[in-house]
T-cell receptor, first 111, second 116 residues
Framework: GQSLEQPSEVTAVEGAIVQINCTYQTSGFYGLSWYQQHDGGAPTFLSYNALDGLEETGRFSSFLSRSDSYGYLLLQELQMKDSASYFC????????????FGTGTQLKVEL | DGGITQSPKYLFRKEGQNVTLSCEQNLNHDAMYWYRQDPGQGLRLIYYSQIVNDFQKGDIAEGYSVSREKKESFPLTVTSAQKNPTAFYLCATHSGGGRGSTGELFFGEGSRLTVL
């Protein structure tokens, strides 16, 4: 099976940098994804790591270390609109592009 | 506009009733998925379909049924056998691509089901 753990809540101030961690136990996967979900809305894709290392997409970066079973999402220059829930997810090797999602982290950005 | 349409957005149901949630897509994606989300929790996979006329159970399929008669449509029926059906239901699609894909799912806006 697969399980992904995230902190339940993170709070940061506008303009700051915040890191949201994801630790996982899995029998194998193709890559680690990150999704953003505003209250009551649809999750939207942010980033994907197939290989170890850092992937940068604008203000968002994502990191993966398979040897440490660990990844993180880094958000820079925080804005109020970044207040949302963030989920990591793995694309398992069982086929079908099925994603197993983490428990989710609620990010609160304050003035 | 291209996208995924889920309906209804809100649905109330009495215990013992079946209810069907609609999911339609015009992205021309082969794979479609149904996820369930409970408050403060992650998404759990109910069913998925990689191609028309074929579908597989996900992690929490008990009490649910699906069909995939058309590429564009993947309706989910929540049956009376589902013991705790109140939840937010999300439909998603994937463009395919196997191992080389980014794993990006495209989600609809969701259907919120409340059992009274």
């Amino acid at each position: 099976g697969q399980s992904l753990e995230q902190p339940s809540e993170v709070t940061a101030v506008e303009g700051a940098i915040v890191q949201i961690n994801c630790t996982y136990q899995t029998s194998g996967f193709y890559g680690l994804s990150w999704y953003q979900q505003h209250d009551g809305g649809a999750p939207t894709f942010l980033s994907y790591n197939a290989l170890d290392g850092l992937e940068e997409t604008g203000r968002f970066s994502s990191f993966l270390s398979r040897s440490d079973s660990y990844g993180y999402l880094l958000l820079q220059e925080l804005q109020m609109k970044d207040s949302a829930s963030y989920f990591c997810a793995v694309n398992g090797r069982g086929g079908g592009n099925k994603l197993t999602f983490g428990t989710g982290t609620q990010l609160k950005v304050e003035l | 506009d291209g996208g995924i349409t889920q309906s209804p957005k809100y649905l109330f149901r009495k215990e013992g009733q079946n209810v069907t949630l609609s999911c339609e897509q015009n992205l021309n994606h082969d794979a479609m998925y149904w996820y369930r989300q409970d408050p403060g929790q992650g998404l759990r996979l109910i069913y998925y379909s990689q191609i028309v006329n074929d579908f597989q159970k996900g992690d929490i399929a008990e009490g649910y049924s699906v069909s995939r008669e058309k590429k564009e449509s993947f309706p989910l029926t929540v049956t009376s056998a589902q013991k705790n059906p109140t939840a937010f239901y999300l439909c998603a699609t994937h463009s395919g691509g196997g191992r080389g894909s980014t794993g990006e799912l495209f989600f609809g806006e969701g259907s919120r089901l409340t059992v009274l």
